[in-house]
């Protein structure tokens, strides 16, 4: 199944101050992040953004703050989005059945929150270059444990490529020049 940005919103999973610094690649999760979250705004993908336990691990790092919406960003106890009544309140209310997700801890929040979805229907794509974890082992434990539940494993580039879909789109230029 093909990525449809008319069917789909962006999930960005606690990329936060405190715990961003700690993970494995976090170069790649921010720079990955800030291109999923500005193609997703040039192409009218809704955006959702959680933080885990703001008071103690911090906000959303200040790079990819900025280019959240006004009121997408939502804290949580719960390690699932799901477990989250105000989070899933909005992810139902876009009415969307494809999920991109992003995000720390490939193991923990980002495996059980597509985990959820996926139970509730939703079609999960977890991008592998904007998730990551402490260890190299808990991620490729995460991604095997995804692709056997039928959760999606893809890319930055797939999922722009997938959202534009066609070359003649009006936006290719602009989009495409985020991964130059």
């Known amino acids: 199944m093909v990525i449809d940005r008319n069917q789909s919103f962006l999930l960005m999973v606690d990329v936060q101050e405190r715990l961003l610094p700690a993970m494995a690649d976090a170069g790649s999760v921010q720079a990955n992040g800030a291109i999923l979250l500005k193609a997703a705004t040039r192409l009218d993908v809704p955006i959702l953004a959680s933080e885990q336990y703001p008071k103690g691990l ?24 799901v477990g989250d009544p105000a989070l899933r309140a909005r992810i139902a209310g876009f009415g969307r059945p494809q999920v991109v997700i992003c995000g720390i801890e490939t193991h923990v929040c980002v495996l059980q929150t ?6 509730e229907g939703y079609r999960c794509f977890v991008v592998r270059d904007a998730c990551s974890s402490r260890r190299q082992a808990s991620i490729d434990a995460a991604v095997s444990r995804l692709q056997l539940a039928g959760i999606a ?19 290719f230029r602009e989009v495409s020049a985020l991964i130059r």
Do not use: Q
Request: net charge negative; charged share 15%.
């Open 153 to 171: 494993i893809v890319t930055t580039e797939m999922v722009l490529f997938e959202w534009l879909h066609d070359a003649a789109a009006p936006e």
């Open 58 to 81: 911090g906000s959303t790092v200040p790079a990819l703050r900025g280019l959240v919406p006004p009121g997408a960003i939502l804290s949580k106890t719960a390690f699932s989005c």
């Open 114 to 119: 597509a985990l959820d979805l996926a139970a």
